[in-house]
């Protein structure tokens, strides 16, 4: 079965701490994968998008990586921020049989980030 | 660009009527959206892929003759919850995916918040 983990499932850090969010994808056979920022009540907005052909990107203090081969992709959030408090997804875009992908995104359960001053 | 609009962002309704709920591409076309649901404190979960033209695709567990899904433009797609009854209420969240890219990308509309009584 194609699953995304994440942990931890919360985080807490001071204002200033660089951190690393962890993702980790059951299936290498991966598309793309996406992490995403979700404020409470609110929709998810797209941070970063990793192709499966590319091993990071960046945007901002943010960077995303991605090694398929273990089945792990990080979300690096540099000298962090109270305004980067959020619930942060990672999702993944998995090939079914026959190397078929439908675009279905696979979301882990996401880990909810406080930042305080 | 890439915007997706919900309506309406969030709604009440007493149990045993229907809800429409429409999610919209603004400035770009889409062949396929998606609806999630989420559950407090839960991530987000796939219900339905839908395709302009044709039926939708459900998850399994997600019953389509109460979801009931239409994707009638490439800019317009439409879940009506029919028959509601207070376990349906959730937070309800589309998602469009661009004709003009080849990433497979989805952008998200900002949720639909309903609450059956």
């Known amino acids: 079965k194609q699953e995304v983990t994440q942990i931890p499932a919360a985080l807490s850090v001071p204002e200033g701490e660089n951190l690393v969010l962890n993702c980790s994808f059951t299936?290498?056979?991966?598309?793309?994968l996406q992490w995403f920022r979700q404020d409470p009540g609110k929709g998810l907005t797209s941070l970063l998008l990793i192709q499966s052909s590319q091993r990071e990107q960046t945007s901002g203090r943010l960077n995303a990586s991605l090694d398929k081969s273990s089945g792990r992709s990080t979300l690096y959030i540099a000298a962090s921020q109270p305004g980067d408090s959020a619930t942060y997804l990672c999702?993944?875009?998995?090939f079914g049989a026959g190397g078929t992908s439908y675009g279905k995104l696979t979301f882990g359960q996401g880990t909810i980030l406080t930042v305080h001053p | 660009g890439a915007v997706v609009s919900q309506h309406p962002s969030w709604v009440i309704c007493k149990s045993g009527t229907s809800v429409k709920i429409e999610c919209r591409s603004l400035?770009?076309?889409?062949?396929?959206m998606f609806w999630y649901r989420q559950f407090p404190k839960q991530s987000l979960m796939l219900m339905a892929t839908?395709?302009?033209?044709?039926?939708?695709?459900?998850e399994q567990g997600v019953e389509k003759d109460k979801f009931l899904i239409n994707h009638a433009s490439l800019t317009l797609s439409t879940l009506t919850v029919t028959s509601a009854h207070p376990e349906d209420s959730s937070f309800y969240i589309c998602s469009a995916r661009s004709l003009d890219t080849g990433s497979n990308e989805q952008y998200f509309g900002p949720g639909t918040r309903l609450t059956v009584t």
């Open positions: 400035d770009f076309q889409a062949t396929t």
């Open positions: 839908s395709n302009e033209g044709s039926k939708a695709t459900y």
């Open positions: 299936d290498s056979a991966i598309y793309n």
């Open positions: 999702a993944a875009i998995f």
